[in-house]
Structures are given as structure tokens and as C-alpha cells.
T-cell receptor
């Protein structure tokens, strides 16, 4: 069966510090991968998605970047965090072969920037 | 552009039925989804419906789709306190992305 992992679960970082959040998927090959942010009291905002190694699409201009160094690894990064980067970050995957594009989410990372 | 709208809150008593409503704008959406998010957790896919269907039932969950009005609903029968969560409606736009609503917080009182 497929599983998706995210770490860390929680993170408190000062403004201006760098960020690296990691997401890995097990039990599937060539998944589509996604990073979402959920700000307090708001819905999900799609930040990045990737259909393959090294292929990253950005949905919104922002202070963050994403990379996919391996087939089942997706990394969200920032060189200098802003207060507005605080939120709940969710990684998700979907099968590149399924037509329904059901997305399956990881447990999330709670980021607080102080 | 595409948008998904949901009411923000719903409060029901244990044992009653809950109906969570959603409207979407992209008439070319092929799949529509319902996700559940419990406090501090990720999203759990509850069910989805293909756009050529009117209804889908899965145990206590019933999804109704009115494609003409672009209206989707999720009915939870015999609502339990464990059903308290945020419920997200989502539509599949062209390509791989899903568009999510802002979520409906369901509160179940005993």
C-alpha cells in the first residue's frame, strides 16, 4: 500500500532563517506530487506541483521554492522566511495513471515564523 | 476563473443528518471530491463522484451532484461526534490540479 510522510511535524523558525520541508511517498512510482499551504481560517492554496523528477510548476509567486531530486521525494524550501510564511503545509500525491486524480495527503507540517 | 464555494459552518445534533453544500464554476470539471480534515491532521479523501453521475452512496455518506446548477452536496446520515471536522469540496480542473473550497466546519453536539 502507498504511504506519504512529511517531516518535521512542527517547526518554529525566526524571520529570515532558511526552510526545508521534506515529503516522501512509498509504494508507488512516478507519482504526481503537490505542496499546499493552509493558512489559519482559510482553505488550501496550491503552491507547487510536479509530474516528474526536476519538473516543478509554481501556482503563485512567493518566497518559497520546490525541488524534486528523486521520483518520490518533494522538498519545499525558502532562503529567508517571512512572517506570512506561517501556516500548515500539506504534501499530497496522486497517481499519474489514474484519470480521477484522487489526491492523498500527508499529515502536514505546522510552521510558525516568529 | 474557477472557484469553489462552501458555507463556513454547520452545527448539528448527534443522530441527525448533516448536509454540506458546495458550488463550483468550472462546467468542464470531470471529478468532484469531498475531503475530511480532523484537527491538526492532513486531509482524508472521503469520496468522489464522476461528473456523469447524479448520486453516489457509500455507507453513511451520500453525494448528490446537480451538474446543471453546478451544485454538489454531501449528506452524512446519523451524524456522530467523530464526524466533527472540516469538510472540503474540490473539483478537478484541466491537468492535474484540484481546486478546493475554503472548507465547512461541522460541529456535532451530543
Amino acid at each position: 500500500s502507498q504511504t506519504i510522510h512529511q517531516w518535521p511535524a512542527t517547526l518554529v523558525q525566526p524571520v529570515g532563517s532558511p526552510l526545508s520541508l521534506e515529503c516522501t511517498v512509498e509504494g508507488t512510482s512516478n507519482p504526481n506530487l503537490y505542496w499546499y499551504r493552509q493558512a489559519a481560517g482559510r482553505g488550501l492554496q496550491l503552491l507547487f506541483y510536479s509530474v516528474g523528477i526536476g519538473q516543478i510548476s509554481s501556482e503563485v509567486p512567493q518566497n518559497l521554492s520546490a525541488s524534486r531530486p528523486q521520483d518520490r521525494q518533494f522538498i519545499l524550501s525558502s532562503k529567508k522566511l517571512l512572517l506570512s510564511d506561517s501556516g500548515f503545509y500539506l504534501c499530497a500525491w496522486s497517481s499519474s495513471e489514474a484519470t480521477g486524480n484522487e489526491q492523498f495527503f500527508g499529515p502536514g507540517t505546522r510552521l510558525t515564523v516568529l | 476563473g474557477e472557484d469553489v464555494e462552501q458555507s463556513l459552518f454547520l452545527s448539528v445534533r448527534e443522530g441527525d443528518s448533516s448536509v454540506i453544500n458546495c458550488t463550483y464554476t468550472d462546467s468542464s470539471s470531470t471529478y468532484l471530491y469531498w475531503y475530511k480534515q480532523e484537527p491538526g491532521a492532513g486531509l482524508q479523501l472521503l469520496t468522489y463522484i464522476f461528473s456523469n453521475m447524479d448520486m453516489k452512496q457509500d455507507q453513511r455518506l451520500t453525494v448528490l451532484l446537480n451538474k446543471k446548477d453546478k451544485h454538489l452536496s454531501l449528506r452524512i446520515a446519523d451524524t456522530q461526534t467523530g464526524d466533527s471536522a472540516i469538510y472540503f469540496c474540490a473539483e478537478k480542473e484541466a491537468g492535474t490540479a484540484l481546486i478546493f473550497g475554503k472548507g465547512t466546519t461541522l460541529s456535532v453536539s451530543s
